[in-house]
Each structure stands twice: as structure tokens, then as C-alpha cells.
């Protein structure tokens, strides 16, 4: 990926400015909380700016877990009053103000990442860390496996992290919508409508919330019997590939727990099987499955490609997962689109129902390297520069025009820029 001074210190720039000392916002105004996954993915850069920094950030987000392993999506820290919906709509109970879901695990992967750039000087620390990620990787076989596919199941759309996708539709058409009290979305304060997810959509996720809610966020009960249940390819590559990184871990700083380790290998071995289970041979792509009408839904969205990521790299299916991606590469300008744009209900700007999103090109393009598709790394990296020079740090980009869309000054586009040019300062480019 070449580069310039002036983006790189943008980039920097971005994220100090979203900086809160202890853990960071996702973008001022629109994200005024900490998320799960946003947060871990911010760590990534803060390793090149200042490796305690990062571990902090890791460490922090960690310490929000759940007595029953849970790290949950939003952490209510700092000035929050802007956000909705708020921890008295979520009303979790916990003892710090949480959501009561949860988001990709990418943090195991990311806090290897880490270590690789410099351990933590804290031992005890880091052992505190490693069994927190085992305890919620643990916990998402025992809340969030579907015992059909064996594949990681999402009860609320903003759980996969891509809240509106086509994908989801299906599932989220058997919730009806429960009275609900009236309410003021806080979004649209900051980003156009069109560029986000409808009315529509946002009384059926707030009337999933309100089910958890009347419950006591039960997440066991709730993995079985949401009103809204899919299988998500995207959470069982990443909770997938995080096992792996994780094992190293365990092996390099708790050798001797070897029920952990043992552990996670089971977890590795069902999620692999699960993995498999998401072919779909109808669109020759992995694709996420319907548990309710025990079908899978026939659509290819980014985490299609993340195979490679979960090193589950297939030889009897990779040449036709590449062929789907080389498609999708002469229909945009800039790749990795969130959503096929060859099909009906792709919009290019609507959120993941088509946009470019920095963090998903990340981690495809990570894997793709891992298995020798360098040529196709190249255009992820290439195509995600070309974005931010186009148009600068955005939430996401419009992959036809490459207008930024979303929030603005957004920290994990900057972070993911960051490791994308530290890597080639370290190995020279592809």
C-alpha cells in the first residue's frame, strides 16, 4: 500500500481526537460510547503510536465482561447523552452500564497481534486477559452455536457487527413489532437517512432489545428463542479464527493449563465442521443459514471471503469462492463491496447493504495473504487507500463512486490504515 505523510499523520490525528484517555469512541458525535469490536480493531493502530496505549485499550474493554463470559457490544463510559438507545433502554443490570448483546470476538486476534509487536509488561495481566477471552469464547458455544449448522448464530442484527445486511431480512421479517414507546433516533442527527438503516428496521431492533430486556438478558434462553435467530458466517469465521490465535496464546503464557487449551481445540474442531456446513453449492460461496426455516440464505456479502481468514482454506471450493470474488471485483471500483452488487437489494450507500467497510477489507485481505492470493490482497489494499485518498477517513465508502459515507474522522479506518502501511514498512509490499 503506498502512502503519504500527510495521510499518515492524518490517520494518527484520527485517532488521538478519539481518545478517551482509557479506551476510545468510535467517531465523535454519531458513536459516543465504547463498542466491542471497534474498540479492539482501535488497538491495532494505538501499537504504532504507543504499545501501552493499545494494551489499555485491549485491557479495558476486557474488564466489561459479564459473569457468565459475555463481553458485551457497547460499554456506557464517559458522556454518553447523546447516544440511543441508552443503558436505561437496555437496563442490563451489570456493574458497568452495558448492551445486553455482544459483538465479533476479533479481540484474541487482535491482542496476539499485540503481543507480537511487544508483550504486555504485566504478566499477571496478561494471564487475567487470556482466560477472560476463554471464558467468552466459551461462552459463545454455550449461548450462540446453533446446534444444526454448528455455526455461530447472531438473537439481534447489531450482534454480527453488519446490522442492516440483506442477509438478515428474512429472519428479521418474523419479528413483529412491539408497541414501543416513542422514540428519537440520534443517528440521523449526524449521517443522511439514506445512508442508514429505515424506521422499519430500527422498531424491529429496538423490539428485540425490549424481548431481551423483559427477560433479564437470559443468553442462553435468548440463543434459543429470540424472535430473531440467523447464522452469521462473519461471527463463526471470526470467533473461528480467534480460537486459533488464542491457542497460541495459551500455549505461550498458560502452557499448563491444558484444560483451556483442550478447551478451545474442541471449540476449533466443532467450528471448523460449522465452517464447512456454510457452503452453499447453489451460489458457490459460504453464505449465512436460516436455523428457524433450517435453509441457507442464498446471497454473497463480504464475509463470504473470510474463509481464508478462518484458515479454512478449501481447495475443492476456493477456486469457485475466487471466481465469485473476481465477479464482484469487475462490478465495483473499490473492493470489498458488503453485499453482491449484482443483486436486487444491494444499495451502495444504505449502511451493509452495499458500502466498503475498512475493517472487513482488513481482515480478507489478511487471510488472502496467508494463502498466497497476493494479487487479490493487492486490490483490497489498493482499493481501501484509493478510498481514503478519494475522500478521507469515513465509517464507510460507496464502492461504485467512493464517496464517503457514514461518520467521519472514524477510528478504525485509521487504525486498519495504520497496520496496512506498518506492515509493508516492516515487509515491503506485495
Same mark, same amino acid.
Given at each position: 500500500?503506498?502512502?503519504?505523510?500527510?495521510?499518515?499523520?492524518?490517520?494518527?490525528?484520527?485517532?488521538?481526537?478519539?481518545?478517551?484517555?482509557?479506551?476510545?469512541?468510535?467517531?465523535?458525535?454519531?458513536?459516543?460510547?465504547?463498542?466491542?469490536?471497534?474498540?479492539?480493531?482501535?488497538?491495532?493502530?494505538?501499537?504504532?503510536?504507543?504499545?501501552?496505549?493499545?494494551?489499555?485499550?485491549?485491557?479495558?474493554?476486557?474488564?466489561?465482561?459479564?459473569?457468565?463470559?459475555?463481553?458485551?457490544?457497547?460499554?456506557?463510559?464517559?458522556?454518553?447523552?447523546?447516544?440511543?438507545?441508552?443503558?436505561?433502554?437496555?437496563?442490563?443490570?451489570?456493574?458497568?452500564?452495558?448492551?445486553?448483546?455482544?459483538?465479533?470476538?476479533?479481540?484474541?486476534?487482535?491482542?496476539?497481534?499485540?503481543?507480537?509487536?511487544?508483550?504486555?509488561?504485566?504478566?499477571?495481566?496478561?494471564?487475567?486477559?487470556?482466560?477472560?477471552?476463554?471464558?467468552?469464547?466459551?461462552?459463545?458455544?454455550?449461548?450462540?452455536?446453533?446446534?444444526?449448522?454448528?455455526?455461530?448464530?447472531?438473537?439481534?442484527?447489531?450482534?454480527?457487527?453488519?446490522?442492516?445486511?440483506?442477509?438478515?431480512?428474512?429472519?428479521?421479517?418474523?419479528?413483529?413489532?412491539?408497541?414501543?414507546?416513542?422514540?428519537?433516533?440520534?443517528?440521523?442527527? =449526524?449521517? /443522511?437517512?439514506?445512508?442508514?438503516?429505515?424506521?422499519? #428496521?430500527? *422498531? +424491529?431492533?429496538?423490539?428485540? %432489545? &425490549? !424481548?431481551?430486556?423483559?427477560?433479564?438478558?437470559?443468553?442462553?434462553?435468548?440463543?434459543?428463542?429470540?424472535?430473531?435467530?440467523?447464522?452469521?458466517?462473519?461471527?463463526?469465521?471470526?470467533?473461528?479464527?480467534?480460537?486459533?490465535?488464542?491457542?497460541?496464546?495459551?500455549?505461550?503464557?498458560?502452557?499448563?493449563?491444558?484444560?483451556?487449551?483442550?478447551?478451545?481445540?474442541?471449540?476449533?474442531?466443532?467450528?471448523?465442521?460449522?465452517?464447512?456446513?456454510?457452503?452453499?453449492?447453489?451460489?458457490?460461496?459460504?453464505?449465512?443459514?436460516?436455523?428457524?426455516?433450517?435453509?441457507?440464505?442464498?446471497?454473497?456479502?463480504?464475509?463470504?471471503?473470510?474463509?481464508?481468514?478462518?484458515?479454512? =482454506?478449501? /481447495?475443492?471450493?476456493?477456486?469457485?469462492?475466487?471466481? #465469485?470474488? *473476481? +465477479?464482484?471485483?469487475?462490478? %465495483? &471500483? !473499490?473492493?470489498?463491496?458488503?453485499?453482491?452488487?449484482?443483486?436486487?437489494?444491494?444499495?451502495?450507500?444504505?449502511?451493509?447493504?452495499?458500502?466498503?467497510?475498512?475493517?472487513?477489507?482488513?481482515?480478507?485481505?489478511?487471510?488472502?495473504?496467508?494463502?498466497?492470493?497476493?494479487?487479490?490482497?493487492?486490490?483490497?489494499?489498493?482499493?481501501?487507500?484509493?478510498?481514503?485518498?478519494?475522500?478521507?477517513?469515513?465509517?464507510?465508502?460507496?464502492?461504485?463512486?467512493?464517496?464517503?459515507?457514514?461518520?467521519?474522522?472514524?477510528?478504525?479506518?485509521?487504525?486498519?490504515?495504520?497496520?496496512?502501511?506498518?506492515?509493508?514498512?516492516?515487509?515491503?509490499?506485495?
Amino acid at each position: 500500500m503506498a502512502t503519504s505523510n500527510s495521510l499518515y499523520q492524518r490517520a494518527i490525528d484520527v485517532l488521538k481526537q478519539n481518545d478517551r484517555g482509557t479506551y476510545s469512541l468510535p467517531t465523535h458525535g454519531l458513536y459516543p460510547v465504547q463498542f466491542n469490536w471497534d474498540s479492539a480493531f482501535a488497538a491495532l493502530g494505538y501499537r504504532f503510536i504507543n504499545q501501552h496505549r493499545a494494551w489499555q485499550e485491549v485491557m479495558q474493554l476486557a474488564s466489561s465482561q459479564w459473569p457468565d463470559g459475555m463481553i458485551p457490544h457497547i460499554m456506557f463510559r464517559g458522556d454518553h447523552d447523546g447516544y440511543f438507545p441508552g443503558p436505561d433502554i437496555w437496563n442490563t443490570g451489570q456493574f458497568i452500564e452495558t448492551s445486553g448483546i455482544t459483538q465479533p470476538p476479533v479481540l484474541a486476534s487482535v491482542v496476539r497481534q499485540l503481543d507480537e509487536a511487544g508483550p504486555y509488561r504485566d504478566v499477571n495481566g496478561m494471564y487475567d486477559m487470556l482466560r477472560r477471552l476463554v471464558r467468552w469464547h466459551d461462552w459463545f458455544m454455550k449461548a450462540r452455536l446453533d446446534p444444526q449448522s454448528l455455526g455461530i448464530q447472531i438473537i439481534h442484527p447489531w450482534e454480527s457487527g453488519r446490522d442492516n445486511l440483506t442477509d438478515w431480512d428474512q429472519g428479521m421479517a418474523r419479528v413483529e413489532i412491539a408497541d414501543l414507546p416513542p422514540y428519537t433516533r440520534r443517528d440521523l442527527d =449526524h449521517v /443522511d437517512s439514506s445512508q442508514r438503516p429505515t424506521k422499519e #428496521q430500527y *422498531d +424491529r431492533y429496538l423490539t428485540l %432489545v &425490549k !424481548f431481551g430486556r423483559d427477560r433479564h438478558w437470559p443468553q442462553a434462553y435468548l440463543g434459543q428463542n429470540s424472535p430473531f435467530r440467523m447464522v452469521d458466517p462473519g461471527m463463526t469465521a471470526f470467533l473461528l479464527r480467534a480460537n486459533r490465535d488464542l491457542i497460541v496464546l495459551l500455549n505461550k503464557y498458560l502452557p499448563e493449563d491444558t484444560d483451556s487449551i483442550e478447551l478451545i481445540q474442541s471449540h476449533i474442531n466443532t467450528l471448523e465442521l460449522g465452517w464447512i456446513n456454510l457452503w452453499n453449492p447453489k451460489v458457490q460461496a459460504y453464505t449465512a443459514y436460516d436455523p428457524v426455516l433450517q435453509q441457507p440464505i442464498d446471497s454473497v456479502s463480504a464475509a463470504s471471503f473470510l474463509s481464508c481468514y478462518a484458515s479454512m =482454506h478449501n /481447495d475443492l471450493h476456493h477456486g469457485h469462492l475466487m471466481d #465469485q470474488f *473476481d +465477479r464482484i471485483a469487475n462490478k %465495483v &471500483k !473499490f473492493m470489498v463491496p458488503s453485499f453482491d452488487p449484482e443483486h436486487a437489494d444491494f444499495d451502495a450507500k444504505r449502511y451493509w447493504r452495499g458500502p466498503v467497510w475498512h475493517v472487513i477489507n482488513n481482515r480478507i485481505g489478511l487471510g488472502f495473504s496467508e494463502v498466497g492470493e497476493h494479487e487479490r490482497a493487492k486490490r483490497i489494499r489498493k482499493d481501501s487507500e484509493d478510498l481514503i485518498a478519494q475522500s478521507s477517513f469515513y465509517e464507510y465508502f460507496n464502492p461504485i463512486t467512493g464517496d464517503g459515507l457514514g461518520g467521519k474522522d472514524f477510528t478504525w479506518t485509521a487504525s486498519v490504515y495504520l497496520d496496512w502501511v506498518m506492515q509493508e514498512a516492516d515487509h515491503g509490499q506485495d
